[in-house]
């Protein structure tokens, strides 16, 4: 899904560490180059395959709170939907993570479907329609795509 080129487990630590010790650190979390989380989605279900499970993390301490995860899910939820063609969206959430619940239910319409006791988890839906795909238009209305360069 990312495109990362296979790296060694010693490049991959490398990698890890320049990260860690960017110099960027001074700029803001919108303009800056250094990884401060992650987004995926995947496509696991095999009984529905146009069904994405979505993921976020914010790790960066400082950096949650900012609408950052808010922002990255709209890209990645516009990629699936319109350039892989997903119609069921999914997540689950920790119980205790009330953040991410409150994301999903309150600024992308997600609805629980289920809770595992057993795992501590909530389970979120929301199916593509109409509705949804004007939302999306709103939110990469001032977002570029950039193209991707094999080197």
Not at 5 to 13: A, G, M, R, V
Not at 51 to 62: H, K, P, S, W
Request: hydrophobic fraction near 40%; charged fraction near 30%.
């Amino acid at each position: 899904m990312t495109g990362s080129e296979p790296l060694t487990i010693d490049e991959e630590y490398a990698m890890q560490q320049s990260w860690r010790t960017d110099d960027d650190n001074n700029s803001g979390i919108f303009d800056s180059k250094r990884m401060i989380g992650d987004v995926n989605f995947y496509l696991n279900n095999v009984y529905n395959p146009h069904e994405a499970e979505l993921e976020v993390m914010i790790a960066e301490d400082g950096c949650s709170g900012k609408g950052v995860a808010t922002e990255v899910l709209q890209l990645m939820i516009h990629y699936a939907v319109g350039d892989v063609g997903v119609t069921d969206l999914v997540v689950r959430i920790k119980e205790s993570n009330a953040a991410s619940i409150h994301i999903f239910e309150h600024k992308f319409g997600f609805t629980e479907t289920e809770r595992s006791k057993a795992f501590q988890e909530v389970t979120l839906r929301r199916t593509v329609t109409d509705e949804l795909r004007a939302e999306m238009k709103l939110w990469v209305k001032h977002a570029t795509r950039a193209k991707y360069v094999r080197a």
